[in-house]
């Protein structure tokens, strides 16, 4: 993967180093620089005159709105122009460039991870005690809240990783933004590498400090307290049992009973609101004390037993599974043989809100995505289309359902580019067909059946080994987890077969994050690689229900994919992938509900589903000053979108 690294420099009234600090940003890197003029009472511009160009971007705040804000600011901006990372440091001059070759390698070695400088304090002269002070203050809340052991916590030296950030709204807007930036991420599992670095201190005259000892300090103890009452909302199984067990026990003490659980649920990280159903309980019930034992100790471990059961390991993105259980499955099937389509979808009506309510992880990655394609959409809205797009998604599996156990295409096809599959499907020369998890591309490929090519497409897809399927023209040749797929796509490729490949979901660290609906995404680099590598041909192609038994190909001209000589391969692989994220950015703009990757795919790294090996890749970092950001979609030559022409 490539790291677009942009250097942030928020700044406030530091006429003194500001310039010095940029000039270092841009003598000493090869990456492009942001400073944003935090509503200084001059203009930082007139300092910067002439300094990095082409390389260099100011933005100001007319009034200072504080740190927490320029960052978030930082961070909209820079996803928005395709940047993966974004490297923070203090327009004071206390940050030292010279370090941050140590984070950038860092950050390269870990590109999911948060990369935090973590300050030699033993080894500088002129440290404040109140930095020394405020820092262990810090890494003891944040060690409670989070369970994770951070030594710097308060260092503004970072390198955040923008996909974990773009779909993150926090409340922090000084100071105190970077604790809590750093508890949710810790909250959401993200990683934290620290690394040791130098920094500067000037001497107490010399220094220039915006932290406001009485209001900031009041803000961050503010920020603590309701990090620590959420902290004790979330805890995990063993936190749930023995909450409930102790609320249960302890609540005819009212006085007593109460200070101890207060007490209790503080120093062992008790979850609060079990604590709290177990008071109520207790109070309710009023059971005498040996049976009041008995069943705290009793409801404790069945709670904690179900929480262990629901929590579970750690998951893919993608693990294969169908949903709706044989029964309800069955039942539909029922309903699709003796009364039909439309009397399927109707049902739809019911079951579509239960699997609303009883799918979360689906629910609130179909709300990601549409906060992605309509950021300005209320909640309410929002829902309101997340319940569309299941809808949507239910009939496109009835039509599939019904498809599979009829002898002939059910379904017509409306074209936008056939020939083009046609044509290059005839020629019997290497071909991938790329798609996407998008629509009904193997109902809208009907046609394929009728031109008598199926029996050389093969369409390859993840099985999980606990699945059993339905043979069918498109999925005969459907991948199993346990085989190499590069070996068998080449053999196929080079026999003249065309091969069908998804690049929207990737498996493994074969991946590059490029810009799709102003956010990051990740897209799979495998088929770009295999084509190149094969001498294949690629052509996009997307399939989408348009009416009750109809649906709309897109496909567009074949085009040759081959590496040159004068660009490094990761960056061809990289422009390749964005071609391929614009052409499906601009198809789900006709066709929005459509969408059907029901993972975070917005704000959870990529993984390996079960049976599948993930070889770790090389990480670069872009030399900036001969790509310039906003011209990567021109770097390669390549193809139109869908239905362009």
Same mark, same amino acid.
């Given at each position: 993967?490539?790291?677009?690294?942009?250097?942030?420099?928020?700044?406030?009234?530091?006429?003194?180093?500001?310039?010095?600090?940029?000039?270092?940003?841009?003598?000493?890197?090869?990456?492009?620089?942001?400073?944003?003029?935090?509503?200084?009472?001059?203009?930082?511009?007139?300092?910067?005159?002439?300094?990095?160009?082409?390389?260099?971007?100011?933005?100001?705040?007319?009034?200072?709105?504080?740190?927490?804000?320029?960052?978030?600011?930082?961070?909209?901006?820079?996803?928005?122009?395709?940047?993966?990372?974004?490297?923070?440091?203090?327009?004071?001059?206390?940050?030292?460039?010279?370090?941050?070759?140590?984070?950038?390698?860092?950050?390269?070695?870990?590109?999911?991870?948060?990369?935090?400088?973590?300050?030699?304090?033993?080894?500088?002269?002129?440290?404040?005690?109140?930095?020394?002070?405020g820092?262990?203050?810090?890494?003891?809340?944040?060690?409670?809240?989070t369970?994770?052991?951070?030594?710097?916590?308060?260092?503004?030296?970072?390198?955040?990783?923008?996909?974990?950030?773009?779909?993150?709204?926090?409340?922090?807007?000084?100071?105190?933004?970077?604790?809590?930036?750093?508890?949710?991420?810790?909250?959401?599992?993200?990683?934290?590498?620290?690394?040791?670095?130098?920094?500067?201190?000037?001497?107490?005259?010399?220094?220039?400090?915006?932290?406001?000892?009485?209001?900031?300090?009041?803000?961050?103890?503010?920020?603590?307290?309701?990090?620590?009452?959420?902290?004790?909302?979330?805890? $995990?199984?063993?936190?749930?049992?023995?909450?409930?067990?102790?609320?249960?026990?302890?609540?005819?003490?009212?006085?007593?009973?109460?200070?101890?659980?207060?007490?209790?649920?503080?120093a062992?990280?008790?979850?609060?609101?079990f604590?709290?159903?177990?008071?109520?309980?207790?109070?309710?019930l009023?059971?005498?004390?040996?049976?009041?034992?008995?069943?705290?100790?009793?409801?404790?471990?069945?709670v904690?037993?179900?929480?262990?059961?629901?929590?579970?390991?750690?998951?893919?993105?993608?693990?294969?599974?169908?949903?709706?259980?044989?029964?309800?499955? $069955?039942?539909?099937?029922?309903?699709?043989?003796?009364?039909?389509?439309?009397?399927?979808?109707?049902?739809?009506?019911?079951?579509?809100?239960?699997?609303?309510?009883?799918?979360?992880?689906?629910?609130?990655?179909?709300?990601?995505?549409?906060?992605?394609?309509?950021?300005?959409?209320?909640?309410?809205?929002?829902?309101?289309?997340?319940?569309?797009?299941?809808?949507?998604?239910?009939?496109?599996?009835?039509?599939?359902?019904m498809?599979?156990?009829?002898?002939?295409?059910?379904?017509?096809t409306?074209?936008n580019?056939?020939?083009?599959?046609?044509?290059?499907?005839?020629?019997?020369?290497?071909?991938?067909?790329?798609?996407s998890?998008?629509?009904?591309?193997?109902?809208?490929?009907?046609?394929?059946?009728?031109?008598?090519?199926?029996?050389?497409?093969?369409?390859v897809?993840?099985?999980?080994?606990?699945?059993?399927?339905?043979?069918?023209?498109?999925?005969d040749?459907?991948?199993?987890?346990?085989?190499?797929?590069?070996?068998?796509?080449?053999?196929?490729?080079?026999?003249?077969?065309?091969?069908?490949?998804?690049?929207?979901r990737?498996?493994?660290?074969?991946?590059?994050?490029?810009?799709?609906?102003?956010?990051?995404?990740?897209?799979?680099?495998?088929?770009?690689?295999?084509?190149?590598?094969?001498?294949?041909?690629?052509?996009?192609?997307?399939?989408?229900?348009?009416?009750?038994?109809?649906?709309?190909?897109?496909?567009?001209?074949?085009?040759?994919?081959?590496?040159?000589?004068?660009?490094?391969r990761?960056?061809?692989?990289?422009?390749?992938?964005?071609?391929?994220?614009?052409?499906?950015?601009?198809?789900?703009?006709?066709?929005?509900?459509?969408?059907?990757?029901?993972?975070?795919?917005?704000?959870?790294?990529?993984?390996?589903?079960?049976?599948?090996?993930?070889?770790?890749?090389?990480?670069?970092?872009?030399?900036?000053?001969?790509?310039?950001?906003?011209?990567?979609?021109?770097?390669?030559?390549?193809?139109?979108?869908?239905?362009?022409?």
């Open positions: 993967m490539i790291l677009r690294v942009l250097i942030c420099i928020p700044t406030y009234n530091n006429r003194e180093t500001i310039a010095q600090v940029t000039h270092a940003a841009l003598a000493q890197t090869p990456h492009s620089v942001l400073v944003i003029d935090d509503g200084s009472d001059f203009s930082v511009s007139t300092l910067l005159k002439g300094e990095g160009p082409g390389r260099l971007e100011i933005l100001r705040f007319e009034r200072n709105r504080g740190k927490g804000v320029a960052l978030q600011h930082a961070f909209e901006w820079a996803t928005a122009r395709g940047f993966t990372h974004v490297l923070s440091l203090d327009g004071d001059g206390q940050h030292l460039l010279s370090e941050a070759g140590s984070l950038l390698a860092a950050a390269a070695q870990n590109p999911w991870n948060l990369i935090i400088g973590r300050r030699r304090f033993d080894q500088q002269a002129h440290v404040p005690d109140i930095s020394k002070l820092r262990r203050f810090s890494n003891f809340w944040v060690t409670y809240q369970r994770a052991t951070i030594q710097d916590s308060q260092s503004g030296y970072r390198i955040y990783p923008l996909f974990h950030l773009q779909s993150r709204r926090f409340w922090s807007r000084r100071f105190d933004f970077e604790i809590e930036v750093l508890i949710r991420l810790l909250w959401a599992g993200v990683k934290v590498t620290e690394i040791e670095i130098d920094v500067h201190y000037p001497r107490p005259e010399e220094r220039v400090s915006h932290f406001h000892k009485l209001w900031d300090n009041f803000r961050i103890s503010l920020l603590n307290t309701a990090l620590v009452v959420i902290s004790l909302m979330f805890t $995990g199984p063993l936190g749930m049992g023995m909450a409930l067990a102790t609320g249960f026990f302890l609540a005819p003490w009212a006085g007593l009973g109460f200070i101890a659980a207060a007490a209790l649920t503080l062992l990280r008790l979850n609060l609101v604590l709290l159903v177990g008071w109520s309980g207790s109070r309710i009023a059971l005498p004390g040996g049976l009041r034992a008995a069943v705290a100790l009793a409801a404790g471990s069945v904690w037993f179900l929480a262990q059961r629901g929590r579970g390991g750690a998951t893919s993105n993608w693990n294969g599974r169908a949903r709706g259980g044989r029964l309800g499955n $069955g039942f539909l099937r029922l309903v699709l043989r003796f009364l039909g389509l439309r009397a399927a979808y109707v049902l739809l009506v019911f079951i579509i809100p239960y699997f609303y309510l009883f799918a979360p992880r689906a629910r609130r990655a179909a709300d990601e995505y549409w906060r992605a394609l309509r950021p300005h959409c209320g909640l309410f809205a929002r829902q309101l289309l997340v319940l569309w797009q299941l809808f949507r998604f239910a009939q496109v599996l009835l039509d599939r359902g498809q599979e156990t009829a002898g002939n295409s059910l379904f017509s409306n074209t580019g056939l020939e083009h599959i046609h044509n290059a499907m005839r020629t019997r020369q290497p071909l991938i067909l790329l798609s998890h998008v629509g009904g591309w193997d109902l809208a490929t009907s046609y394929i059946n009728k031109a008598n090519l199926s029996g050389r497409f093969h369409m897809q993840y099985q999980p080994p606990q699945r059993s399927r339905n043979s069918s023209s498109v999925r040749n459907a991948l199993l987890t346990n085989e190499d797929p590069v070996l068998r796509i080449r053999t196929l490729l080079q026999q003249g077969d065309p091969v069908g490949l998804m690049a929207d990737p498996m493994c660290s074969n991946m590059e994050l490029v810009s799709f609906f102003g956010k990051l995404i990740p897209i799979d680099t495998r088929p770009f690689r295999v084509a190149a590598s094969c001498g294949s041909s690629l052509l996009f192609t997307f399939g989408f229900k348009s009416k009750h038994q109809a649906y709309d190909l897109y496909a567009q001209p074949a085009f040759a994919v081959a590496y040159r000589d004068d660009q490094p990761s960056l061809q692989l990289r422009a390749w992938a964005q071609q391929y994220a614009q052409a499906l950015e601009r198809v789900l703009s006709l066709y929005p509900e459509q969408w059907f990757t029901f993972f975070p795919v917005f704000s959870s790294p990529p993984q390996a589903p079960p049976g599948l090996k993930a070889a770790r890749e090389q990480n670069y970092l872009w030399p900036e000053w001969q790509t310039p950001p906003a011209r990567v979609s021109e770097s390669v030559p390549g193809p139109t979108a869908p239905g362009a022409e």
